[in-house]
């Protein structure tokens, strides 16, 4: 920190004859020359690192001041040229930033380094430190206003490339940290708070948004002489930051009133000139006896346990529970094939409405296919960027349907329905319009389903708005953070399941991939201590009556005498905790316990169930799942890998250094899971458990 700068300015209101009054670290306080009042002090000037920052108490803006002065803005800086070098957590600099004025005075940046790769935060080494030590990460705008919060003992970070590229930054350093973001007040402020609020939701411990209590951004209000604690705290949700985003929705749902009257009037006019009159043969179909009942779709799954075909589905919870994480996991899933925690996926097409805007999803998306190494084929996953209004109607909405049914989706996710309602009245019927169309989605599918993300209401018990949002639903799912098992900590549990036993939970965590997070199975395992009475009832008829030929839930409910909906929800939680397994569906599911399962902590069949002990580089290893199409590997279904990415194949995750041969059971002719070939098993786990309860 020279100081060229301060002392020109100094020298400069001195040797105009101006009483100068100099400070301690680096303040000053003089007569403005700009507007010459009576006060000796209406002019502040503070030195940051590389420039001087001033302030006129008049309200006289810098350029009059430094014109007043005979200087340049160029003037304000200590170099002609300043330079802002970005460094690795090691302190290795991998891009430089270059402010330069020319002969006119105009502000020109250029860059230098690795210009193509994701760019990381300014200050990485100091931000990384504080992260760890808990302290709080003032995030602003610009280098000027970290040099700014610098000077006042704060620690600030920002990301190259100006306000309108937040989304490409690298902002893993900031995981489990609290964020202070500084909004400057312009519309590009907000536009850059509405990227922070995405591409930090779920990343950080905490995140705040404030405004300089004087000026425009953190550099005014430090050289006003404020502090960290005088900040303006502002409330920027996801409405108010993105302001552009919320203008064009007015304007499209103008738009989509107009186009619905205009329907209404030609239909209208239609019916009228035609006098048309209903043939009662039109509903027949809608009709059916007896026999013709099992013409009727049944429930078929998509994800095995947890999302089934041909239903309306929610998924609620508050603000940053890792909802948009766990949806795009799902359709990941589903696009690729690859199980989801261990639960058999049915491979479909997927379209994702991502009504809060797109930023992130792409980051989001590498970041799943680096962790668990599947690619995402592109006619496999479409994304629309916008909201649809589900309540207006409109040329957006008819689209949607015709592409659900024409694209061969299986899923479309609405994210969120909040922004898919439109103008609708979120407590009211009109929400029933809302849910007919999410209805009418469902109908183009093929054979799909529709899932959407929905806030919950102030106590987080149910969907916010009109009780028939949840009605209607044929399966919710709420997500809630476990601040007991850390800050990157989520439960899953399932609240309604129309044609199952409802009450199944996850227990889940985030894992850092690339710059974003995935959605991985938390490490630890539920021991004999942490069990409800009832699970130990179940396991203890599990292990002494039916250790050997599985058991339904109704030959539990007789053994134990426990009701019905109890054994129900034990089954869920020992089935989510690998504790019990399913090894035949049909009319009912037959519970088995694992192999080598013990007293103290109960293990999980290798076939079944993945093992979570991690290892010195952070990969999980384990046996695959039975369900695994092609996988060939030895990556589990339920924890990402955080490795460099292999070369991909279609569809699949690929790892060419261990390949097992294939081999098929003895007795069914199934295909045997690699771990079971190379423990030296003939027969698959189905096979076995039955001819030892035969032997």
Not at 83 to 106: F, N, Q
Not at 279 to 294: I, R, V
Not at 476 to 495: C, P, S, Y
């Given at each position: 920190?020279?100081?060229?700068?301060?002392?020109?300015?100094?020298?400069?209101?001195?040797?105009?004859?101006?009483?100068?009054?100099?400070?301690?670290?680096?303040?000053?306080?003089?007569?403005?020359?700009?507007?010459?009042?009576?006060?000796?002090?209406?002019?502040?000037?503070?030195?940051?690192?590389?420039?001087?920052?001033?302030?006129?108490?008049?309200?006289?803006?810098?350029?009059?001041?430094?014109?007043?002065?005979?200087?340049?803005?160029?003037?304000?800086?200590?170099?002609?040229?300043?330079?802002?070098?970005?460094?690795?957590?090691?302190?290795?600099?991998?891009?430089?930033?270059?402010?330069?004025?020319?002969?006119?005075?105009?502000?020109?940046?250029?860059?230098?380094?690795?210009?193509?790769?994701?760019?990381i935060l300014y200050r990485l080494p100091e931000v990384t430190q504080a992260v760890a030590a808990g302290k709080v990460i003032y995030l602003v705008e610009g280098e000027k206003d970290v040099h700014a919060l610098e000077a006042i003992g704060a620690v600030a970070t920002t990301a190259p490339m100006g306000a309108t590229n937040f989304d490409k930054a690298d902002v893993t350093s900031l995981i489990g940290a609290d964020v202070v973001a500084v909004v400057d007040k312009d519309d590009a402020g907000r536009k850059w708070a509405a990227q922070v609020s995405d591409q930090l939701d779920g990343i950080c411990k905490s995140l705040t948004f404030v405004q300089a209590l004087d000026g425009k951004d953190a550099a005014d209000h430090v050289a006003a002489g404020y502090g960290v604690d005088d900040f303006l705290s502002v409330e920027l949700d996801a409405e108010q930051a993105n302001l552009a985003v919320e203008q064009e929705l007015a304007?499209?749902?103008?738009?989509?009133?107009?186009?619905?009257?205009?329907?209404?009037?030609?239909?209208?006019?239609?019916?009228?000139?035609?006098?048309?009159?209903?043939?009662?043969?039109?509903?027949?179909?809608?009709?059916?006896?007896?026999?013709?009942?099992?013409?009727?779709?049944?429930?078929?799954?998509?994800?095995?346990?947890?999302?089934?075909?041909?239903?309306?589905?929610?998924?609620?919870?508050?603000?940053?529970?890792y909802k948009t994480f766990v949806a795009l996991d799902w359709a990941l899933c589903l696009a690729t094939g690859k199980p989801w925690q261990g639960r058999a996926v049915q491979r479909t097409r997927v379209l994702y409405v991502a009504g809060e805007g797109a930023y992130g999803i792409a980051g989001r998306k590498d970041a799943w296919e680096h962790g668990w190494r599947y690619r995402v084929e592109p006619e496999w996953f479409t994304l629309r960027q916008s909201a649809v209004n589900l309540y207006k109607g409109g040329p957006a909405l008819e689209d949607l349907i015709t592409r659900a049914g024409e694209g061969g989706y299986g899923l479309v996710v609405i994210d969120t329905l909040r922004r898919a309602s439109g103008g609708a009245d979120g407590n009211g019927t009109d929400m029933g319009l809302v849910v007919d169309n999410i209805e009418r989605v469902k109908r183009a599918t093929l054979d799909g389903s529709v899932l959407t993300l929905a806030h919950t209401d102030k106590g987080d018990n149910d969907s916010r708005?009109?009780?028939?949002?949840?009605?209607?639903?044929?399966?919710?799912?709420?997500?809630?953070?476990?601040?007991?098992?850390?800050?990157?900590?989520?439960?899953?549990?399932?609240?309604?399941?129309?044609?199952?036993?409802e009450g199944l939970m996850f227990d889940l965590?985030?894992?850092?991939?690339?710059?974003?997070?995935?959605?991985?199975?938390?490490?630890?395992?539920?021991t004999v201590d942490e069990m409800h009475d009832t699970d130990r009832q179940i396991l203890a008829a599990m292990r002494e009556t039916f250790a050997f030929t599985g058991a339904t839930v109704t030959q539990l409910v007789e053994v134990t005498d426990l009701p019905r909906s109890t054994v129900y929800k034990s089954r869920g939680r020992l089935?989510?905790?690998?504790?019990?397994?399913?090894?035949?569906?049909?009319?009912?599911?037959?519970?088995?316990?694992?192999?080598?399962?013990?007293?103290?902590?109960?293990?999980?069949?290798?076939?079944?169930?993945?093992?979570?002990?991690?290892?010195?580089?952070?990969?999980?290893?384990?046996?695959?799942?039975?369900?695994?199409?092609?996988?060939?590997?030895s990556t589990p279904d339920s924890t990402p890998v955080h490795t460099t990415p292999p070369v991909y194949k279609t569809g699949v995750g690929v790892d060419t250094v261990d390949e097992t041969p294939s081999r098929a059971c003895e007795s069914c002719s199934q295909p045997l899971p690699d771990l079971r070939i190379r423990s030296g098993y003939d027969l698959c786990r189905s096979c076995e458990i039955r001819m030892e309860a035969t032997s």
């Open positions: 920190m020279t100081g060229a700068a301060f002392a020109r300015v100094v020298d400069k209101l001195g040797s105009d004859g101006r009483k100068v009054t100099e400070k301690e670290n680096g303040k000053a306080r003089a007569k403005c020359p700009a507007h010459d009042g009576e006060s000796d002090n209406s002019l502040s000037v503070t030195r940051i690192e590389g420039k001087v920052l001033m302030k006129c108490w008049g309200g006289c803006e810098t350029a009059d001041v430094v014109n007043a002065l005979g200087l340049g803005m160029a003037d304000l800086f200590d170099e002609r040229r300043e330079s802002y070098h970005y460094a690795d957590p090691l302190g290795t600099i991998t891009r430089t930033v270059t402010r330069s004025y020319d002969s006119s005075g105009k502000k020109t940046f250029c860059q230098s380094g690795d210009t193509k790769g994701k760019p304007f499209n749902r103008g738009v989509s009133d107009e186009l619905h009257k205009l329907r209404i009037r030609t239909e209208a006019r239609r019916q009228f000139d035609a006098g048309e009159s209903t043939d009662p043969a039109m509903f027949d179909d809608q009709y059916l006896d007896a026999d013709q009942l099992g013409n009727l779709p049944t429930p078929k799954p998509m994800i095995d346990g947890v999302l089934d075909r041909h239903c309306y589905a929610i998924l609620r919870g508050r603000d940053r529970t708005g009109f009780s028939g949002i949840e009605d209607d639903a044929d399966i919710v799912w709420h997500a809630k953070r476990d601040q007991d098992r850390g800050a990157l900590a989520l439960n899953l549990e399932n609240v309604k399941m129309k044609d199952a036993p965590t985030m894992a850092a991939a690339l710059s974003s997070l995935v959605v991985s199975k938390a490490a630890d395992r539920i089935l989510s905790s690998g504790q019990l397994l399913v090894t035949r569906r049909g009319s009912s599911d037959l519970l088995t316990i694992p192999r080598h399962a013990v007293e103290s902590t109960v293990e999980s069949d290798p076939d079944s169930t993945p093992d979570s002990t991690p290892v010195s580089n952070g990969v999980h290893t384990t046996a695959e799942h039975d369900s695994t199409p092609v996988h060939t590997d």
